[in-house]
T-cell receptor, first 116, second 114 residues
């Protein structure tokens, strides 16, 4: 049971390049989330998904797209990277509240992205 | 807009001290408040609080929620160097269309020195 995994762990992009971050979970969680964490800003929600084939915007969605084609995977895409997207990106997943009586989110190890 | 404010933002204590971390919030359709500990990588879950006045305890850590005054505290007694971390408070609110979101505070960075 690997929990939540993220690939890659580190990446350096030039402005304008594109990339996709992959998040995978093996806990059969319905909900999945992408956050970014910047110094002094805490964790901010980018996009989330409440089930396979559905996605929704979070607090800071601009410049990102997501897809949830399979229940266990949640992809975060940057179509044209900008220096403002330099951050640490965390993926998380959770059960639906009520199904297990908990809303604990399990986090992946993070991806450190630098855009130059 | 949902808001979570943690204080202090950073704290330095000596081993053995007791610390109290604060979290106040404004959120529509509150459902729960969660505390996480973040060391070098991913946040790890500590507590989830849904009811006022009921203390949750795990070893030297404890937490309580006041839904009337809209705040929570996290206490750590007899601190150890291994408690050094950023402590995140997050509040769960209903965002519509049957889904809930967590809004995180900026965290309190705790440093415990020997």
């Amino acid at each position: 049971n690997a929990g939540v995994t993220q690939t890659p762990k580190f990446r350096v992009l030039k402005t304008g390049q594109s990339m996709t971050l992959l998040c995978a979970q093996d806990m059969n969680h319905e909900y999945m989330y992408w956050y970014r964490q910047d110094p002094g800003m805490g964790l901010r929600l980018i996009h989330y998904s409440v089930g396979e084939g559905t996605t929704a915007k979070g607090e800071v969605p601009d410049g990102y797209n997501v897809s949830r084609l399979k229940k266990q995977n949640f992809l975060l895409g940057l179509e044209s990277a900008a220096p403002s997207q330099t951050s640490v990106y965390f993926c998380a997943s959770s059960y639906v509240f009520g199904a297990r009586g908990t809303y604990e989110q399990y986090f992946g190890p993070g991806t450190r992205l630098t855009v130059t | 807009e949902d808001k979570v404010v943690q204080s202090p933002l950073s704290l330095v204590v000596h081993e053995g001290d007791t610390v109290t971390l604060n979290c106040s919030y404004e959120v529509t359709n509150f459902r729960s408040l969660l505390w996480y500990k973040q060391e070098k990588k991913a946040p790890t879950f500590l507590f989830m609080l849904t009811s006022s006045g009921i203390e949750k305890k795990s070893g030297r850590l404890s937490s309580i929620l006041d839904k009337k005054e809209l705040f929570s505290i996290l206490n750590i007694t007899a601190t150890q160097t291994g408690d050094s971390a950023v402590y995140l408070c997050a509040v769960e609110g209903y965002s519509g269309a049957g889904s809930y979101q967590l809004t995180f505070g900026k965290g309190t960075k705790l440093s415990v020195i020997p």
